[in-house]
């Protein structure tokens, strides 16, 4: 009787990542220019996050407070707080028990059918919260 040689296991195909999905979006909706701004991008996950945060119950004098905090220590580096954000928002997820990847991935497919609507409600933000 003959053994059977297995194969080596492949590694799965990869899709692109989340990251790189988003990527596209944010080009077809503000262009390559806003797209790549580092400070606009900066100030629109500050805005969704203060959103994400009044979407959970805090006041305006709890957001305060924090940014008053955050801003009495010296600023970290951007990898660790990325990793951060990645940790407190799964665990925020967890608590609220909302599946992270299943929200982020209806957001994607909802944020791809309003392209228009979002980047004429982006045109018109006052140019304090702009970047640019």
């Known amino acids: 009787m003959s053994e059977k040689t ?3 296991p ?3 195909v990869t899709l692109a990542t989340f990251q790189q999905r988003v990527a596209p979006w944010v080009v077809a909706c503000f262009g390559p220019q806003a797209a790549l701004d580092g400070e606009e991008r900066n100030h629109r996950f500050l805005e969704e ?4 945060a009044q979407a959970c119950g805090a006041t ?4 305060k407070a924090m940014v008053d905090y955050v801003y009495s220590r010296p600023a970290g580096k951007v ?3 990325a ?3 990645l940790v407190t928002l799964a665990a925020l ?5 909302v599946d992270i990847h299943a ?3 209806t957001e994607l497919s909802a944020i791809w059918q309003k392209v228009d609507a979002i980047r004429q409600k982006w045109q018109v933000k006052p140019a304090h919260i702009r970047a640019g």
Do not use: D, F, M
Request: with cysteine; glycine share 8%.
């Open 6 to 8: 297995l194969a080596a």
């Open 10 to 12: 492949q590694a799965p």
């Open 49 to 52: 996050s203060i959103e994400l």
């Open 60 to 63: 305006a004098e709890q957001v």
């Open 79 to 81: 990898e660790q707080e």
């Open 83 to 85: 990793g951060g954000v």
């Open 93 to 97: 997820c967890e608590a609220r028990k």
């Open 103 to 105: 929200a982020a991935e």
